[in-house]
């Protein structure tokens, strides 16, 4: 199964202050999973199975669902070739 | 597992003339899955349970490989609610 | 100008019993505007100009604070050919 | 106007080896705007007022065209608060 990329953003339908205190707490569990992963403004980019990755956005949701979302919007982009997709080729120019 | 709304739009890197069919070859295998499903312009939206629109959404990728493209990109958004959500609370006011 | 195709689904941050009352006071503001558009349940498609697709985009979300929302995510598609798309093009085949 | 963030990912229509150059050259762009932007591997998000910023991805779309694209997926969202929106507040935790 080759290496992708896949950004997820959750939008929880909470009051506004809340917010950012569940995506951080979605943030921490993807941190907790050991993939590889970069936080953006607007999206979390993860590199690896999409097997591996689906299940972080199914648990993604549950995580804010449990931290009071009464609905959870989720956009997901998943960059995919048979030979795989890395960060680094797409971003590392950037920041070196 | 609550029933979710789930819209898949695929992108596959390859010659234009190529792109609608591919897309098509996508949505064909979408209806033989037996899911409800709506087509609209820029995303094809279902509705089930998100295990089984996840592994829809794995297979689509490979469909557009095993047609041609070189690469994918997919753009997929989640509306979740633990009571579920459908299709018909959301448009069925519009095409009644 | 070529005419594109534009996709707009505005995620208005409100408690949960306004979102779809907010969602249908943006159609109803496009379907004032003229242009040709489709509902589908996760956005709304609109073929036009880019330069006035722009602009509703940007009047939608000033309805949706208007109408209550303290922020709003709004997630935008444009398929863009020096040639024009059209909404057609993509979807009659599904609907003839 | 309210300062948003806005990112954008353009997805231009070209042979595989052409997809990166042709995103570079929209970035190098963003970069001569002067507007602040932070490049992420699916999208760049941008902060500034959104009537700038959509001029920026109405001339992404040109800048891919006159790359050689014979045709462009765009995805943006915008991130909207009356009060402004700014990337800082959404990541700096993450990169301090």
């Given amino acids: 199964m080759p290496i992708v990329n896949l950004s997820l953003q959750v939008l929880p339908l909470v009051p ?13 569990y993807i941190k907790s999973t050991g993939i590889k992963y970069i936080v953006a403004p607007m999206e979390t980019t993860m590199e690896g199975e999409l097997d ?3 299940d ?7 995580i804010c669902v449990k931290e009071g979302a009464s609905r959870v919007i989720s956009v997901i982009k998943i960059d995919y070739k048979p030979e795989g997709v890395t960060i680094d080729e797409k971003i590392k120019k950037y920041y070196v």
């Fill in 16 to 28: 506004e202050e809340k917010v950012y205190p569940i995506v951080d707490r979605v943030i921490k």
């Fill in 52 to 54: 591996i990755l689906l």
């Fill in 56 to 62: 972080i956005v199914k648990k993604a949701q549950e």
